[in-house]
Protein backbone atom coordinates (compact mmCIF):
# COMPACT_ATOMS: atom_id res chain seq x y z
CA UNK A 1 0.00 0.00 0.00
CA UNK A 2 1.19 3.51 -0.94
CA UNK A 3 0.48 6.53 1.36
CA UNK A 4 -0.81 9.35 -0.21
CA UNK A 5 1.41 12.58 -0.40
CA UNK A 6 0.63 15.47 2.15
CA UNK A 7 -1.77 18.13 1.24
CA UNK A 8 -2.24 21.61 1.86
CA UNK A 9 -5.20 23.04 3.36
CA UNK A 10 -4.28 27.73 2.39
CA UNK A 11 -7.37 28.04 4.21
CA UNK A 12 -7.00 27.08 7.57
CA UNK A 13 -3.08 27.12 7.36
CA UNK A 14 -2.70 23.66 7.64
CA UNK A 15 -0.12 21.01 6.20
CA UNK A 16 -1.65 17.34 6.97
CA UNK A 17 -0.73 13.36 5.65
CA UNK A 18 -1.54 9.91 6.90
CA UNK A 19 0.29 7.18 6.74
CA UNK A 20 -0.24 3.55 7.41
CA UNK A 21 3.25 1.82 8.90
CA UNK A 22 3.30 -2.22 9.21
CA UNK A 23 4.92 -1.74 12.86
CA UNK A 24 3.30 -1.81 16.36
CA UNK A 25 2.13 1.12 18.42
CA UNK A 26 5.85 0.84 20.60
CA UNK A 27 7.89 0.57 17.65
CA UNK A 28 6.15 3.66 15.51
CA UNK A 29 6.36 5.48 18.81
CA UNK A 30 10.09 4.79 19.40
CA UNK A 31 10.98 5.71 15.85
CA UNK A 32 9.16 9.06 16.01
CA UNK A 33 10.68 10.34 19.37
CA UNK A 34 13.75 8.99 20.23
CA UNK A 35 16.75 10.72 18.85
CA UNK A 36 19.23 7.60 17.68
CA UNK A 37 16.11 6.64 15.71
CA UNK A 38 14.80 10.53 14.46
CA UNK A 39 18.40 10.99 13.15
CA UNK A 40 18.27 8.56 10.74
CA UNK A 41 14.67 9.40 9.28
CA UNK A 42 14.32 12.97 9.59
CA UNK A 43 17.59 14.98 8.85
CA UNK A 44 20.65 13.67 10.24
CA UNK A 45 20.84 14.76 13.82
CA UNK A 46 18.45 15.66 16.68
CA UNK A 47 19.94 16.30 19.87
CA UNK A 48 17.62 16.70 23.32
CA UNK A 49 20.27 17.00 25.83
CA UNK A 50 17.84 16.57 28.62
CA UNK A 51 16.00 13.93 26.94
CA UNK A 52 12.49 13.82 25.18
CA UNK A 53 9.30 14.92 27.68
CA UNK A 54 7.04 17.98 27.38
CA UNK A 55 8.76 20.76 27.71
CA UNK A 56 11.84 19.18 26.24
CA UNK A 57 14.44 21.43 24.25
CA UNK A 58 16.77 20.42 21.61
CA UNK A 59 17.25 20.90 17.87
CA UNK A 60 17.36 18.93 14.40
CA UNK A 61 19.90 19.46 12.01
CA UNK A 62 20.38 18.49 8.39
CA UNK A 63 23.76 18.03 6.18
CA UNK A 64 21.83 20.73 3.75
CA UNK A 65 22.39 23.24 6.66
CA UNK A 66 25.57 22.70 7.38
CA UNK A 67 26.31 23.40 11.00
CA UNK A 68 22.88 25.37 11.58
CA UNK A 69 20.40 24.10 13.82
CA UNK A 70 16.94 24.06 13.86
CA UNK A 71 15.43 24.86 17.47
CA UNK A 72 12.88 22.06 18.49
CA UNK A 73 10.52 22.45 21.98
CA UNK A 74 8.54 19.22 22.72
CA UNK A 75 4.96 20.77 23.64
CA UNK A 76 2.83 17.18 24.23
CA UNK A 77 4.07 13.66 24.97
CA UNK A 78 1.41 11.28 25.62
CA UNK A 79 3.52 7.93 25.04
CA UNK A 80 2.45 6.33 21.91
CA UNK A 81 -0.61 8.37 21.26
CA UNK A 82 0.29 12.05 20.72
CA UNK A 83 3.83 13.74 19.82
CA UNK A 84 3.64 17.96 19.00
CA UNK A 85 6.74 19.84 18.81
CA UNK A 86 7.21 23.34 17.77
CA UNK A 87 10.26 24.17 15.15
CA UNK A 88 11.51 27.12 14.32
CA UNK A 89 14.14 29.04 11.84
CA UNK A 90 18.07 27.71 11.99
CA UNK A 91 20.08 29.17 14.66
CA UNK A 92 17.08 31.74 15.70
CA UNK A 93 14.66 31.13 18.86
CA UNK A 94 11.64 29.91 18.64
CA UNK A 95 8.73 32.82 18.06
CA UNK A 96 5.24 32.60 16.96
CA UNK A 97 6.31 34.62 14.05
CA UNK A 98 9.19 31.96 12.71
CA UNK A 99 8.18 28.64 13.92
CA UNK A 100 5.37 26.03 12.82
CA UNK A 101 4.13 23.26 15.39
CA UNK A 102 3.90 19.64 14.25
CA UNK A 103 0.80 16.95 15.95
CA UNK A 104 1.21 13.72 15.68
CA UNK A 105 -1.59 11.28 16.60
CA UNK A 106 -0.97 7.67 16.80
CA UNK A 107 -4.01 4.85 16.30
CA UNK A 108 -4.13 1.38 15.41
CA UNK A 109 -4.98 0.11 12.25
CA UNK A 110 -8.36 -1.55 12.99
CA UNK A 111 -9.05 -1.98 9.02
CA UNK A 112 -6.42 -4.48 8.83
CA UNK A 113 -5.73 -8.07 9.93
CA UNK A 114 -2.00 -6.42 9.99
CA UNK A 115 -0.47 -5.17 13.04
CA UNK A 116 -0.18 -1.22 11.70
CA UNK A 117 -0.27 1.71 12.70
CA UNK A 118 -2.22 4.72 11.33
CA UNK A 119 -0.06 8.36 11.87
CA UNK A 120 -1.69 11.70 11.67
CA UNK A 121 0.35 14.60 10.87
CA UNK A 122 -0.70 17.77 11.11
CA UNK A 123 1.56 20.69 11.06
CA UNK A 124 0.03 24.47 11.54
CA UNK A 125 1.03 27.33 12.67
CA UNK A 126 1.84 28.46 8.98
CA UNK A 127 -0.71 31.86 9.28
CA UNK A 128 1.46 33.64 11.82
CA UNK A 129 5.32 33.40 9.37
CA UNK A 130 4.34 36.75 7.27
CA UNK A 131 1.91 37.67 4.57
CA UNK A 132 -0.37 34.90 2.59
CA UNK A 133 2.01 34.21 -0.27
CA UNK A 134 5.47 33.91 2.34
CA UNK A 135 2.35 31.45 4.56
CA UNK A 136 1.85 29.55 1.31
CA UNK A 137 5.31 28.89 -0.07
CA UNK A 138 6.27 27.74 3.43
CA UNK A 139 2.84 25.26 3.25
CA UNK A 140 4.60 24.18 -0.20
CA UNK A 141 7.82 23.75 1.05
CA UNK A 142 6.82 21.76 3.86
CA UNK A 143 4.30 19.68 2.58
CA UNK A 144 7.02 18.54 0.04
CA UNK A 145 9.28 17.77 2.84
CA UNK A 146 6.43 15.52 5.12
CA UNK A 147 6.31 13.45 2.15
CA UNK A 148 9.25 12.85 1.62
CA UNK A 149 10.58 12.13 4.91
CA UNK A 150 7.07 10.51 6.26
CA UNK A 151 8.22 8.12 3.37
CA UNK A 152 11.43 7.49 4.85
CA UNK A 153 10.09 7.47 8.45
CA UNK A 154 7.69 4.05 7.30
CA UNK A 155 10.63 2.37 5.72
CA UNK A 156 12.83 2.92 8.34
CA UNK A 157 10.36 1.94 10.73
CA UNK A 158 9.17 -0.96 8.84
CA UNK A 159 12.41 -2.12 8.41
CA UNK A 160 12.73 -2.39 12.17
CA UNK A 161 10.15 -4.20 12.84
CA UNK A 162 11.80 -7.24 10.05
CA UNK A 163 15.65 -6.33 11.79
Known amino acids: MTNPPATADYDAFTVTRTIRVRAPRTTVWAALTDPAHIAQWFGQRADFPGGVHKGAEGTFGWDALGDAHIPVRIDRFE ?30 DTD ?31 RGGWTSELDEFVAYTEALVTA
Open 112 to 142: SDEHATVVTVTETGFENLGDAAISRAEMDDN
Open 79 to 108: PEDAFDFTWGKPGEELRIDNSTTAHFALSD
